[in-house]
């Protein structure tokens, strides 16, 4: 499956934004899909993932309630709605797929995930 993430930005703080994650040479459907972030000078992290089968969600503590993840399998995209954004939110984010179903706290691991998008900014000002 290959992987296109789009909808980053420049926004300013509390502001919104939407991510795409539109799949092509497979079907979302047979995946559970996450999305991670890499800041400039640390480590890429899990922030959410929308699982195989039972379509449970899971989000790192920093964005719940906040950000929400969701599938839209006619269009073969995964979305993440980011709102109320904050600085600490820029980063690249990335879009990633694993056959495995999902569950805490293994969804944030990267060596589950096989493909990985390409990433898209988003930048929050303050």
């Known amino acids: 499956v290959q992987l296109q993430a789009s909808g980053g930005g420049l926004v300013h703080s509390g502001g919104s934004l939407r991510l795409s994650c539109a799949a092509s040479?497979?079907?979302?459907?047979?995946?559970?899909v996450g999305w991670f972030r890499q800041a400039p000078g640390k480590e890429r992290e899990g922030v959410s993932c929308i699982s195989l089968k039972d379509s449970n969600t899971y989000y790192a503590d920093s964005v719940k309630g906040r950000f929400t993840i969701s599938r839209d399998n006619a269009k073969n995209t995964v979305y993440l709605q980011m709102n109320s954004l904050k600085p600490e939110d820029t980063a690249v984010y990335y879009c990633?797929?694993?056959?495995?179903?999902?569950?805490?706290?293994?969804?944030?691991?990267?060596?589950?995930?096989?493909?990985w998008g390409q990433g898209t900014q988003v930048t929050v000002s303050s």
């Open positions: 990633a797929t694993s056959a495995l179903e999902m569950y805490s706290p293994s969804w944030y691991r990267e060596v589950v995930y096989t493909s």
């Open positions: 040479g497979d079907t979302l459907d047979y995946y559970s």
